[in-house]
């Protein structure tokens, strides 16, 4: 394992009272049902691994009351304190997990971040063109579609996840998809 890494990076999302209109996604009423899936992946986690974890919150979402609801549930889970950008503290990470399809999750993929991600389709739709894309993240184990799955490809590599996220499936999966959606210079 690299030892230079440390720690599992949750950079999840905690939903805006104000809808906007620029992608897919909850709407107000639906938010307290995608905390519960971010909930059920921490839960998920084996007790070792939720111990290693930092949940980073969107902070134009702080409304919710997510830092006290994790400080109350999951007590053993840091929450980041912004003091580090988000790349450099997803670099820093031994993995990345994103509960929500927007900008960190191409970020992390651009990156190169080993990353692991679950959203639920119904809240968060995919376009008819990107389905091919998705699905081949789908199939690399990338992209789950429960928070239970997600948890446990976290579990699977999270010792040394270098030689999934390296594979050629892997590797193809995710460079074919950052070539059409995030592409960086």
């Not at 999840?12 to 995608?34: D, F, K, N, V």
């Not at 691994?49 to 409304?63: F, K």
């Given at each position: 394992?690299?030892?230079?890494?440390?720690?599992?990076?949750?950079?999840?999302?905690?939903?805006?009272?104000?809808?906007?209109?620029?992608?897919?996604?909850?709407?107000?009423?639906?938010?307290?049902?995608?905390?519960?899936?971010?909930?059920?992946?921490?839960?998920?986690?084996?007790?070792?691994?939720?111990?290693?974890?930092?949940?980073?919150?969107?902070?134009?979402?702080?409304?919710?009351?997510?830092?006290?609801?994790?400080?109350?549930?999951?007590?053993?889970v840091a929450q980041d304190d912004f003091k580090t950008p988000f790349l450099d503290r997803a670099r820093r990470a031994r993995l990345v997990v994103t509960d929500h399809p927007t900008t960190v999750f191409l970020e992390t993929l651009a990156l190169g971040a080993p990353s692991v991600h679950f959203w639920r389709e119904d809240r968060w739709e995919v376009r008819d063109g990107t389905r091919a894309a998705f699905a081949a993240l789908k199939k690399a184990k990338i992209i789950h579609d429960s928070p239970e799955g997600a948890a446990l490809q976290v579990a699977a590599v999270y010792e040394n996840p270098r030689p999934w996220w390296d594979s050629p499936e892997v590797r193809q999966a995710r460079e074919d998809f950052t070539r059409l959606f995030a592409r960086t210079d």
């Open positions: 394992p690299d030892d230079r890494k440390a720690g599992i990076l949750l950079a999840a999302t905690a939903g805006l009272r104000s809808p906007h209109h620029l992608y897919h996604s909850p709407l107000e009423w639906q938010w307290l049902e995608h905390f519960q899936w971010r909930d059920a992946f921490i839960a998920a986690l084996p007790d070792r691994l939720r111990a290693s974890l930092s949940v980073r919150l969107d902070p134009m979402g702080r409304d919710w009351g997510q830092p006290e609801r994790i400080r109350a549930c999951f007590p053993e």
